[in-house]
């Protein structure tokens, strides 16, 4: 027994660690309705897997004797465990110390996450809720009380990590200065409503530097970041948020050097669903409900969006076809006509820059007059964020299907496909370089205001240029590798995500062109 009494006091600080900021603290954050650190993980993870990593540290205080006085552990938790029988890396401020701030230790733990998931190439999630840095922070470094001090993050050696293995954030509830720029810095974020805030710097800071009074959520709530496209989804509670991460992750692999995991499905590949006969209207002006095709065709219940309220003209998310995961992209004809302006390039960038470095198949609907136009549109600078999102589409290798529902005209067409795979079209497709409408009124405007009826002559004009849109035509002079009946879009797509596995084992480990946050 010579080493007892280290034994002993190895499991004295364990508890005091476990204890995290004390009963009072945590009966706080109980009163506000929230999880702790620690339960958070528990409900995350497997059962009985986390390994925890530098529990012990913190900061103690010893008397004379050099016996331990006083503890007050770091204010992160991080480590190593298993969710849904796989292994992640993980890490979740504790905002029962200091408030998760990066001066309570914390934020040098959590900074050791990505050497983790580098080193052991797994993915990694962040349970976020931190103060981020503090002005107390300075002021320790320069009486030599600073913990763990860091000057802002060194992002640079670990940007490449996006590119290597899966990065969640979550914030769990405010989340300031660099744990919220670790919001962007990962390939799906998400946070927790009404109990989350997320800025760079909050209403003091903003106050003082902008003479602006703001509260809190008016800053960075919800309704704030699924607009401006910094967060992904929405979770209705803590417990939402655990399985949205869940879920995300179970349609990519642990790294960039596995396939994405293929499950089991009791849905038959070669279903075909009557609704999709009748579901593109046959009146050009009229919308429909974009997220029915992927109903129809993808896996029963496999559809998992991500940003659905940014970038709102272009619907993407992972969903499965006969098991695989795959990567979709749907227009969305009742958002800007499905035109692509500057939130949704970025959307659509971002996207495939995930789907290509993780080898996911992507499926696209197209319905896309073009990217968007009008003042705003050139003030947004629509084109150069457009063009961006082509070169991501192009550089992009991962195989790749398309299917012209409806619409695809001018430079923006070009965006929904990298060429790496068929393009087929539904008898509603129709495609050019501008749509008739537009194209009439710029090519023939002197002729139509000479007429002595102009309207009869734009509509005359306009549908002569319609009827040349026809498909068939296309069709014949293989302008596409087929025109075909929408309910044989399933078994189409079952049958070549199954056949281009082949292929992705031949393209594993990272791109060349690493994910851009």
């Known amino acids: 027994m010579v080493w007892q009494p280290e034994a002993d006091e190895i499991e004295q600080r364990r508890a005091i660690t476990a204890a995290m900021g004390g009963d009072e603290a945590v009966g706080r954050h109980h009163a506000k309705g929230e999880l702790t650190a620690r339960e958070r993980l528990d409900r995350l993870l497997d059962e009985r897997t986390f390994r925890e990593y530098g529990g012990l540290s913190g900061s103690a ?14 204010n992160s938790v991080i480590g190593v465990g298993k969710l849904n029988g796989r292994d ?34 797994l993915p990694q999630v962040r349970l976020q809720e931190s103060a981020g840095g503090s002005v107390r922070t300075n002021r320790a470094a320069h009486s030599g009380r600073a913990v763990g001090l860091s000057t802002g993050g060194d992002f640079g050696p670990y940007t490449n990590l996006l590119g290597q293995v899966p990065v969640v954030a979550a914030a769990m509830g405010p989340t300031a200065g660099l744990p919220a720029a670790r919001m962007a810095l990962a ?15 909050g209403p003091p800071v903003v106050e003082r530097a ?37 879920r995300f992750l179970g349609y990519l692999p642990s790294n960039a050097w596995e396939l994405p995991p293929r499950v089991e499905t009791d849905d038959d590949p070669q279903r075909r669903d009557e609704a999709l006969l009748s579901l593109i209207p046959r009146e050009r002006q009229r919308t429909y409900d974009p997220r029915k095709i992927i ?14 309220m940014f970038g709102r003209a ?15 992209l749907l227009s969305n004809p009742n958002w800007l006509g499905g035109s692509i302006d500057s939130d ?17 198949p992507m499926v696209s609907f197209e319905d896309d007059p073009g990217y968007m136009v009008g003042l705003q549109a050139e003030i947004d600078g629509t084109l150069r964020h457009g063009i961006r999102a082509m070169a991501a589409v192009k550089q992009a290798t991962v195989p790749w299907m398309l299917f012209i529902v409806r619409k695809a005209y001018g430079v923006a067409a070009g965006t929904h496909h990298n060429g790496m795979g068929p393009t087929y079209a539904w008898p509603s497709g129709e495609w050019g370089s501008i749509p008739p409408e537009g194209g009439v009124a710029a090519a023939y405007r002197r002729e139509i205001e000479a007429s002595p009826d102009p309207e009869a002559r734009r509509q005359e004009l306009e549908e002569m240029y319609i009827a040349d849109r026809n498909p068939f035509l296309r069709a014949e002079s293989y302008g596409l590798h087929d025109l075909i009946d929408p309910r044989e879009t399933r078994p189409i797509v079952t049958e070549w995500v199954a056949r281009v596995q082949g292929a ?14």
Request: glycine share 12%.
């Open 61 to 74: 205080e010893y008397d004379d004797d050099g016996k331990l006085k006083s503890f007050l552990p770091s």
């Open 88 to 121: 992640i890396v993980v890490g979740a401020e504790d905002a029962t110390i200091r408030g998760g701030a990066s001066d309570g230790g914390g934020g040098a733990k959590m900074g050791q996450l990505d050497a983790l998931s580098i080193q052991l190439r």
């Open 187 to 201: 390939h799906f974020s998400v946070m927790v409503k009404d109990a989350a805030v997320v800025f760079a710097g």
């Open 210 to 246: 902008l003479g602006q009074r703001l509260t809190k959520e008016e800053l960075g709530g919800w309704e704030i970041h699924l607009k401006s496209g910094l967060i992904d989804n929405l979770a209705d509670d803590e417990d939402d948020a655990l399985r949205q991460i869940g």
């Open 295 to 308: 109903a129809c065709t993808a896996d029963h219940d496999s559809f998992f969006e991500l940003s659905p």
């Open 314 to 328: 272009l619907i993407t998310g992972f969903a499965r076809f006969d098991g695989y995961p795959t990567g979709v």
């Open 344 to 360: 949704t390039a970025n959307k659509l960038m971002r996207f495939v820059d995930l789907c290509d470095s993780f080898h996911v």
């Open 504 to 517: 992705l084992r031949t393209e594993l480990g990272p791109k060349y062109r690493m994910m851009r946050p």
